[in-house]
């Protein structure tokens, strides 16, 4: 473990220690951007957050029906300001979440909301409240909260220069490794050099340097300037695109359908060049020109054949490097941009400068032939693989229904089935030679894409092939499923831990059939008189763990009969926003708020009776409301489970 993680966790630990278990990982600096400004004019409003070390918050700009909980601002009217636009969330990160089976947005480090509004009257004042949750990676907690919202006279802020700074760097705290990144695109870039465009520029530009040069020594510097001017070229590339389109541009554009079907359209076009039905190629008179600077010799020509080799390379390279910064800027920043082209560059610069320095290696190269073109055919089946992901973003984004998950997959194994009977050598296109025999590599790549196929087709049937979560529309798109579920079905006749209907019922529900209540006193009410133990879930509609532990541990069959049958169950949702009757609210000795949601009163319970403000976190009491045992939470072993819940009846029995 990385001395930075442990740290993080000791610390967490003990914050958590001193604190009573009431954590709060999220801190705002919420500032105007003109604390005095003119009646008329406009001003942001700039909430910003700095969130700890493997915690995020979720952004308020996805859809909100796949269920994590949305950063929410509400702002209170009044005829001193007006709205102008909706909030803007800055340089969030987008991701597909297999669990919620949609993209999400979110935050790590920081996060920063903007929300522009028009000054009506000198002595303004603006209001509300802004509800949000954050989760963490270390041990699945999500906790949510609600802050005020409080601008004008009476509540003058200052953006500071630390604040300007943040603002201006755009800087990115992605998830993703930038290791993971570095050697995905130095692959990418290894790839590239097998491609027919590049592979056969190698030995002829070694040969250039070693007989222009009068000297070894003097060959291994014109190669040594090669390489490195690709790698500047390269990554100069990804910083001017990562600066231009990045981080916030080609977020808001990575689900809009334009955008989407001009790359699907991209890819299709390419993979159609690569199976040889036309050559893609730039104008002549382009590639010329950049040529002629080539001849002229000196550093200044060995700068120019580094761009003539990129230029030449276009057709082959274009997909592979288009891929590459796709996939980084869709959610990256910058440094991820440039660093995508740097990794690619390296790969595509190390031949040229490896084999001038050791120009005897040139004779172990293979010689170019119809290997060739098959490496590139290959790549023309993934690219149109590929090519139904951008195709599937626009169609779940806009609900169109023309790909849904039976249809991708029915063209994965259609793709890939023809993929493998090419390198069997059952299908031929032009430019491929004659092939006397099955080479082992072939038969070797045609074993593992058969296998890939085989694993494919179970989810026709509704199989959920987690690995490819991010590649495959969610199973909700699934028009027909013969999997059977597993887990237990009960009804309110079969279960024996439901005393009358349960508030709330018509729009919350327990998972896998199970029944049970949504209201605290109504659960102990029945629990008193059925002699039972109570089971509170204390959970949230944005709980990414509290679904994962429903899924993979709740659905086991020993742990479904113990709740069905030995427990009252009470489900307390504390992100849920209906608003109760007026009656029914309450000023919490908390934090002296009122209480008016469900949300808000089952998160205040928890934390005042068990000074927690975590979830998942399950606690069970006895019919008198007394612990039987310490809560529990996140904890993905079935087997703790089922001791945690047979412990808590043998307490009870022995009480």
């Not at 509800?131 to 041990?139: A, E, F, G, K, N």
């Not at 690619?344 to 190390?350: E, K």
């Not at 070797?444 to 987690?466: D, N, R």
């Amino acid at each position: 473990m990385k001395f930075k993680g442990l740290f993080t966790i000791l610390l967490l630990a003990a914050t958590t220690l001193a604190s009573g278990q009431i954590l709060r990982p999220i801190s705002w600096k919420n500032v105007i951007s003109n604390d005095q400004p003119a009646v008329g004019e406009e001003v942001d409003l700039i909430f910003n957050a700095t969130i700890d070390d493997t915690w995020y918050l979720y952004s308020s700009d996805f859809d909100p029906d796949l269920g994590p909980m949305l950063t929410v601002f509400e702002f209170e009217e009044n005829d001193t300001y007006e709205l102008v636009r909706e909030i803007q969330p800055i340089d969030a990160k987008e991701k597909y979440d297999s669990l919620w089976e949609g993209n999400i947005r979110y935050f790590r480090g920081k996060g920063r909301f903007v929300q522009t509004v028009k000054i009506l009257k000198a002595d303004f004042s603006i209001t509300g409240t802004y509800s949000y949750q954050v989760c963490t990676d270390v041990d699945g907690k999500c906790i949510p909260f609600e802050d005020d919202i409080a601008f004008g006279q009476s509540k003058k802020k200052e953006v500071t220069s630390d604040d300007v700074t943040d603002q201006a760097a755009g800087t990115s705290n992605s998830d993703r490794s930038l290791w993971s990144i570095l050697i995905g695109a130095f692959l990418a870039g290894l790839v590239a050099l097998l491609t027919p465009c590049v592979y056969p520029m190698i030995p002829i530009t070694v040969s250039i340097f070693l007989k222009q040069s009068k000297t070894k020594k003097e060959g291994i510097k014109k190669a040594l300037v090669f390489g490195s001017a690709i790698i500047i070229l390269f990554s100069l590339i990804g910083f001017l695109v990562s600066l231009i389109w990045g981080f916030t541009a080609l977020n808001e554009l990575s689900t809009h359908w334009l955008f989407n079907i001009i790359i699907f359209s991209v890819f299709i076009l390419f993979a159609l060049a690569f199976f040889g039905m036309f050559e893609m190629t730039l104008p002549s008179g382009i590639v010329n020109k950049i040529d002629k600077q080539a001849d002229k010799g000196g550093w200044f020509g060995i700068m120019f054949m580094a761009v003539t080799l990129v230029v030449v390379s276009f057709s082959c390279t274009f997909p592979i490097v288009g891929s590459a910064l796709i996939s980084v800027l869709s959610g990256g920043s910058i440094l991820e941009g440039t660093l995508a082209m740097f990794g690619f560059s390296l790969a595509f610069a190390i031949p040229f400068t490896g084999f001038a320095i050791f120009p005897a290696w040139l004779k172990t190269l293979p010689k170019s032939g119809g290997w060739l073109n098959s490496v590139k055919v290959v790549l023309g089946f993934l690219e149109l693989a590929l090519a139904l992901k951008f195709l599937s973003v626009a169609d779940l984004a806009y609900h169109w229904g023309i790909l849904d998950r039976e249809v991708y997959l029915a063209l994965w194994i259609a793709i890939f089935t023809t993929l493998g009977l090419y390198l069997l050598g059952k299908i031929r296109f032009s430019g491929d030679s004659e092939m006397p025999h099955l080479p082992v590599p072939r038969m070797l790549m045609a074993v593992a894409t058969f296998s890939f196929v085989v694993y494919l087709i179970p989810g026709m049937w509704g199989a959920p092939l987690k690995s490819l979560a991010g590649f495959l529309p969610p199973l909700t798109t699934h028009d027909f499923n013969l999997k059977a579920n597993p887990s237990f079905t009960g009804n309110s006749e079969t279960s024996t831990n439901v005393c009358d209907a349960p508030k709330y019922q018509d729009f919350l529900h327990w998972p896998h059939g199970l029944q049970g209540y949504f209201d605290f006193e109504q659960a102990m009410d029945c629990a008193k008189a059925q002699n039972k133990p109570v089971f509170i879930d204390f959970t949230g509609h944005g709980c990414v763990n509290c679904r994962e532990m429903e899924q993979r541990v709740w659905a086991d069959p020993q742990v479904l009969e113990r709740l069905n049958k030995e427990f009252v169950l009470v489900a307390l949702y504390v992100d849920d926003k209906t608003k109760l009757p007026e009656s029914e609210w309450y000023t919490s000795e908390y934090d002296g708020k009122v209480k008016n949601t469900i949300g808000k009163q089952n998160a205040d319970l928890q934390i005042r009776r068990w000074n927690n403000n975590a979830q998942p976190f399950y606690v069970i009491l006895n019919p008198e409301g007394e612990l039987l045992l310490q809560p529990k939470a996140y904890d993905l072993s079935v087997a703790n489970f089922v001791k945690y819940l047979d412990t808590a009846l043998e307490n009870h029995r022995n009480q």
